[in-house]
């Protein structure tokens, strides 16, 4: 249930599509600003999860699907809550923006 919330959550952020259906725990999903190329795009969701991870704030992985760089957020740990869910959420779109704005790619 929680990994459905978080998927269609997501995709209301700017930029952000979901690459797979969700089944089970796991929603993959990308930042795409339609200016920059698939392969910028690719940079920026590398980036984007270094710094989620350097941050201490979750753990989400990366993958590819369809060759695109995707990131993977598995909501299987029995103690995380909703606001951990929603913390992620914002930092995603705080994030990615600051990524962007700063051409760190």
């Given at each position: 249930?929680q990994?459905?919330?978080?998927?269609?959550?997501?995709?209301?952020?700017?930029n952000?599509i979901?690459?797979?259906?969700?089944?089970?725990?796991?929603?993959c999903f990308?930042?795409?600003?339609?200016q920059?190329?698939?392969?910028q795009?690719?940079?920026?969701n590398?980036?984007l999860?270094?710094?989620i991870?350097?941050?201490?704030?979750?753990?989400?992985?990366?993958?590819?699907?369809h060759g695109?760089?995707v990131?993977?957020?598995a909501c299987?740990?029995?103690?995380?809550?909703?606001?951990?869910?929603?913390?992620?959420?914002?930092?995603?779109?705080?994030?990615?923006?600051?990524?962007?704005?700063?051409?760190t790619?």
């Amino acid at each position: 249930a929680q990994a459905k919330e978080f998927a269609a959550r997501v995709v209301k952020l700017p930029n952000v599509i979901l690459c797979a259906p969700v089944s089970m725990n796991v929603a993959c999903f990308r930042v795409a600003p339609p200016q920059l190329t698939p392969q910028q795009q690719d940079e920026l969701n590398q980036e984007l999860l270094l710094q989620i991870q350097e941050s201490g704030l979750a753990i989400p992985s990366g993958t590819l699907i369809h060759g695109r760089y995707v990131i993977r957020v598995a909501c299987s740990n029995h103690r995380s809550r909703w606001s951990d869910f929603e913390l992620l959420l914002n930092s995603i779109a705080a994030l990615s923006a600051k990524i962007e704005r700063e051409g760190t790619l």
